[in-house]
């Protein structure tokens, strides 16, 4: 459930064709892709790739590269996600390898691309690979006036929403207060019940910050040492390189090389899965990905070893204690983990997209509950109570708050990753939040302290429903 459009050109396109002698740029290519080998290959998947259509797509590459047919379904995802992309400048050329900036046409995100093709004729691509990176300088939409920004705001979602690519609910708050908060879209299509702001989402990752601030409450207790190892308070952990090797600090940026959740076992286990404890014996014996502190790799099951720090530390379950210490002081009256056996008001459900392209509940996907690496539900109020409470230091000190929202490493799209928070610029704007995304549901919330806007989108259609809009927000934000 990890963020997704902030990761979500992280993979690599590998695709082959054997490019035309001569091909005029389509209108919406760069036309100074240059008229080498390896430009030609490019306009090529570009012009397959963009077109959107499937059978086009799948003609490209039986004949151009047969074994990356198998690729199909998850090229044609991903265009549906993308748009396709638009060159925006050539960084280098050589006659057989080109870099360029180019942008996706639906999210405004930017991404480095790299294609390469072999030495002689026809030039098949042997490598095409794609890798998010902050907006660059130059190229960011310029910054609106508050007033503009809600008009452009309002055209955006509504077009998103008739476009099919939205449902959900937007809110935009400006020092505590909104300024545009609006609900899309259906929760309910078979029952024909509308979307509205009390609704609840689905927030997948996002709840990766409620843990952090539970970890960072007891630091300041004097409870845990962040930079003690995870055996000091699960002393019967059982791979012993993990539990004497691995900090909570380490946990909390994803630098500890503990791996995922989301695999096999998990998919074989999804519905027996259904405490912290389960989890842990399941992966307990697992061990480490790479030597702790080394790189940043994002870990759901960092997150679910935290989860189980905080009830040993407590005497709670997880869930009573993000209850009583993150949800009752900063008034979250609408956020919860009940299972999804149980009948929750006003909870939407989430769609997904089938391998025909059709809507689909995505029950079938769901975990027993949410844990504290994601999962649970709230609304986009709940989420700017949150972000008040923060700011107002109702849950931390200055100081803890302050360490928590710093980011602490970099990540592949150019942030910088705190304790559960990404720390990142927009347009120059500094803000502070984290993501959510799985199949049905995705959610942001972004806070921008020293302009005074908070940004909080959730949506219960795939990702990145949620993510588009908040990025249309956050790459105008005026400075203050």
């Known amino acids: 459930m990890r963020k997704f459009l902030s ?31 390896v430009g030609q290959a490019l306009i090529g998947w570009l012009r397959a790739f963009d077109s959107g259509n499937r059978a086009t797509y799948l003609a490209f590459l039986k004949s151009t590269y ?28 050589e006659p057989t390898r080109l870099v360029a900036t180019v942008e996706d046409r639906l999210n405004e995100q930017f991404a480095t691309m790299i294609v390469e ?27 609106m006036s508050q007033s503009d920004l809600v008009a452009a705001l309002g055209s955006k979602a509504e077009a998103e929403t008739s476009a099919g690519r939205f449902s959900g609910a937007v809110l935009v708050a400006k020092d505590g207060r909104p300024i545009f908060a609006r609900a899309y879209g259906q929760a309910d299509r078979e029952q024909n019940i509308a979307n509205t702001l009390e609704t609840r989402f689905r927030v997948g990752s996002m709840d990766k910050m409620f843990t952090a601030v539970s970890v960072l409450q007891l630091a300041e207790a004097g409870k845990i040492n962040l930079d003690a190892p995870l055996g000091t ?10 539990a004497t090797q691995v900090t ?7 630098t500890g090389g503990t791996g995922d959740i989301f695999d096999a076992q998990f998919e074989a286990h999804r519905l027996e899965l259904r405490t912290l404890q389960d989890y842990g014996k399941l992966y307990g014996s697992r061990g480490l990905a790479f030597t702790p502190g ?20 407590s005497g709670q379950s997880y869930y009573d204690y993000v209850r009583q210490h993150v949800c009752a002081p900063a008034g979250m009256t609408s956020t919860g983990f009940e299972p999804e056996n149980e009948a929750v008001p006003d909870r939407s459900t989430g769609y997904m997209l089938d391998p025909t392209g059709k809507l689909v509940p995505n029950t079938d996907t769901l975990p027993y509950r949410g844990t504290s690496a994601g999962g649970g539900y709230s609304t986009v109020g709940d989420l700017l109570n949150f972000a008040n409470a923060l700011q107002q230091n109702k849950l931390l000190d200055a100081r803890y708050t302050e360490i928590l929202t710093t980011g602490k490493v970099d990540t592949p799209n150019g942030s910088r990753y705190a304790y559960g928070f990404e720390d990142q610029r927009f347009n120059g704007v500094r803000c502070f939040g984290h993501g959510g995304g799985a199949p049905g549901m995705n959610g942001e919330l972004e806070i921008c ?11 219960n259609l795939d990702p990145p429903a949620a993510t588009r809009i908040a990025n249309f927000v956050t790459a105008r934000l005026p400075a203050h």
């Open 7 to 37: 990761l979500f050109l992280v993979l690599a396109l590998a695709t082959g064709v054997a490019p035309p002698t001569t091909v005029a740029p389509p209108t919406t290519v760069a036309p100074s892709i240059p008229d080498t080998p």
């Open 66 to 93: 047969p074994s990356n047919v198998k690729r199909l379904d998850d090229d044609m995802q991903f265009r549906a996600m993308t748009g396709g992309f638009v060159v925006r400048e050539i960084v280098t050329s």
């Open 117 to 143: 093709t072999q030495s002689a004729a026809p030039y098949t691509i042997k490598k095409l690979s794609l890798r998010a990176i902050a907006t660059p300088d130059g190229l960011a939409p310029p910054a």
């Open 233 to 242: 308070y699960l002393p019967d952990y059982p791979n012993k390189d993990v």
């Open 248 to 254: 909570i600090a380490e946990l909390l940026d994803h």
């Open 294 to 313: 080394s790189k940043w790799d994002y870990s759901n099951y960092g997150f679910i070893l935290l989860g189980l720090v905080i009830e040993k530390v």
């Open 449 to 459: 302290p020293a302009s005074g806007y908070v940004v909080a989108v959730l949506a």
